[in-house]
């Protein structure tokens, strides 16, 4: 199809209004505002508007916002400094018993005095307030789907076509995308972006780092009954329902308004093709000690979405010509902290610093040469330095990567002389179904626990139906012929969402997507054993809507 587009020219374009996108847009507006410029700014974002696709634990380390906003803890409107932690506890679980870690075993860094229990939907929703305020112009309901590269440099994207019909042909509502062309485009797309994943391939910015490494977080918000809640209170579980084989734990917040963020995250590196991590989750919530919480309480939202955990080890190399990398989509997550909203920030604040001084000097510099050596000598580079060696403990199992963890942050506190490196591709570590062990997880309750379809219902989820599938897969013949023959079709249940069935007609297995209920997680994407599913973004707009997750 020959489709003629609209044009549209920035100083600067921003791919994602998350954290990292809107850092960016804010600190180089207020330095064009600081020097009297006249840079223009604007971010697109495919959520129907911003915060609807954004889904974190979470607490807040307010580093990058106090260098953001000065008076951000005494505004009544910043939904970020309502909740500050007050009491923290990391706890082992068994199967019906929980003991508290003593604090001398637990590194200082993953410690949370001074930190704030948020919502990073919410957080994000007034950062964009304010980045308005500034002059920044904010496009949410717009996918970016294409970069634009000519003569090797990145001038800027494309936005998805409206009103295409799953046939791929242009419906009554068809609405061409718009190329939108900047001096600099900066790709603040979060977790596994789609485009910052083929810009890594394309520009070779990952030669001098190892493979990206991922986890699946999953997350409800529950009201409660007054007499669970309190508000500050945080902990942090390892150990049942995981064997020892299997990275992940639980995070459980108390919000106000006795509202409790409880969530489980799991290493995609897990090995056995049987194991579900939604259902970890909901079995996580049947422990003695966990469900008393949410007694006569009500769970009022459900999301996923995939986090990475490779840190400094699989960090590319973070510019090219045009543009740059930021945040989760270059792979800035602390992960023994399980952060990364404070370091996807503080990458966007320098990436804005970094195009107000090229933009200024008026330069014929077409990359930000200095953007990659200034994050890693910042607080957040050093922080991932010392980080580094946590999570690859851990591919020799639970106790070991205890073991060496303390080493390393405790003894050594994160100045160890070595590096240890990531274990393989998460793709790559499923065992054969025949040398794997099925596991019955228990029944729904439909109180305490949820089949994933009545859960999916609590994301808003919506998808316009007649447009093409946006979870393409690449060859057709590989879902039966390898997932189903060896692995029993892991991602009928890795997908959060239920996304992939297989159904037998006539005793053929055949396998069924329902893209309408994908929520974005961008698992399937990540933990395909052949990398045969390319997800791609679906009309704007579409996708989950949450709100204050
Ligand atoms: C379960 C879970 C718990 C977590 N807990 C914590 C925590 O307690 N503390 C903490 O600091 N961090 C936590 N994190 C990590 C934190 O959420 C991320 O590090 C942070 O959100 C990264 O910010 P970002 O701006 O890079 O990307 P994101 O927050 O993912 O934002 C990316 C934005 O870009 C948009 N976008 C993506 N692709 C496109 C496109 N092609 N076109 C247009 N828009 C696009 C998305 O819709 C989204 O709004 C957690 C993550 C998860 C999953
Ligand atoms: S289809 Fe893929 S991206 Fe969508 S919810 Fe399922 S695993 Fe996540």
Redo the contacts with the bound molecule.
Sequence with gaps: MNIKRERMDYDLVI???????LSAAINFKKLCKKNNKEFSVCV????SEVGA?????????PTALDELFEDWRNSEDCPANKVPVKKESLKYLTSNKSYSIPNIFIPSAMHNKGNFIIS?GSLCKWMAGEAEKLGVEIYPG????EAIIDNNTLKGIVTGDLGISKEGTPTENHQPGIEIHGKFTLF????R???GKNLIKKFDLGKNSQHQTYGI?L?ELWEVKEKNSNPGEIFHTIGWPLDNETYGGS?LYHLNKNLISV?F?IGLDYKNPYLSPYEEFQRFKTHPKVKEIFEGGRRISYGA?A?NEGGLQSLPYLSFPGGAL????AGT?NTPK?????T?MKSGIIAGDEVFENLSKDSSNVELLNFNTKFLESWAGKELKEARNVRPSFKYGLKIGMLLTGIDQIIFRGKAPWTIKHAEPDHESLKNKNESKKINYPKHDGILTFDRLTNVSFSSTYHEENQPCHLKIIDKNLPISNNYELYDSPEQRYCPAGVYEIHNENNIPKLQINSQNCIHCKTCDIKDPKQNIMWV?PEGGGGPNYTNM
């Design positions: 791919v994602g209004a998350g954290p990292s996108g697109v974002e495919k959520g696709h954004i889904l974190s634990g979470a607490i807040l380390q990073l717009f996918a970016a789907t603040a797309e979060g977790c972006g789609n485009i977080g997350k995070f969530g995250v979405r986090l930021l945040g989760c989509d997550l399980i952060k990364g909203t404070h996807a973004a």
